[in-house]
DNA sequence: CAAGTATACCTAATTTTCTTATGTATAAGA
DNA sequence: TCTTATACATAAGAAAATTAGGTATACTTG
């Protein structure tokens, strides 16, 4: 992802989590949409995007459906059942690490 | 940083931000700031600690004074001006970055 | 007093996960 | 016709970790 190459790690659990808002996306629609919650500030790059979905699909999180849409290939991406418990997981486990990040960031509040 | 691999990229933020709080701080006492301000979720591992000081050293953001302390060497960091600067740049950038985050985790709420 | 744990520094090889660059192809708009 | 948008993909390189190893001193415990 680019716009500050931070946050290395939460590709793939954005895609989960993506995927459980809505059932079937495909790639460039993730890419827009990222950029559409994020008023343009996450851009998505293919180079990093394309192979987390493969490695997802690859790991059983994920199934594909090709579809033809005005003349162009789509490939729909859903989530397996295992993808659904994996989304949570992955959801889940950055949500704990946000809030640790802010104990360190913001050491006054967690203390306090 | 061990405990989930998360947040690559978030470990030089640390670092500045506790040496905004901190005047002085020795490596080893990073790590154990770090485990005491998240209850032991966040463990820095050396491999990633000691290559981040020296590559900010480096950069000129830290300066080092080296002590001796029963019979120990301990080598103290400490934000040069230009550090000072760059802590509070990387913290605002990398709570950017956590408000998108969100927006992405949790549509609802960036948008409702 | 020997052994293990804690303190304190360090580096090298490898892995993971990006960015950057490139390639293919179709459709729409200027 | 040329550029932009849509839509997929891979490969080379860089960045930033993990894992594993190394050195050394001090403290604790059996």
Redesign the pocket.
Known sequence: ?????L??????TIVLRLLEEQEKM???????KVKQLTAGEF?????????????LEAEGYLT?E?QQ?????????SLTKEGNAEAKAKVSELEDFLVNLQKVLNPKLGLG
């Open positions: 992802m680019s716009s500050s190459k946050l290395k790690g939460s590709l793939a495909y790639g460039y629609e993730i890419t827009q851009k998505l790059t293919e180079g990093a995007l394309y192979p987390t979905l493969h490695k594909t090709t849409v005005d003349g162009r290939v789509r490939k729909y991406y």
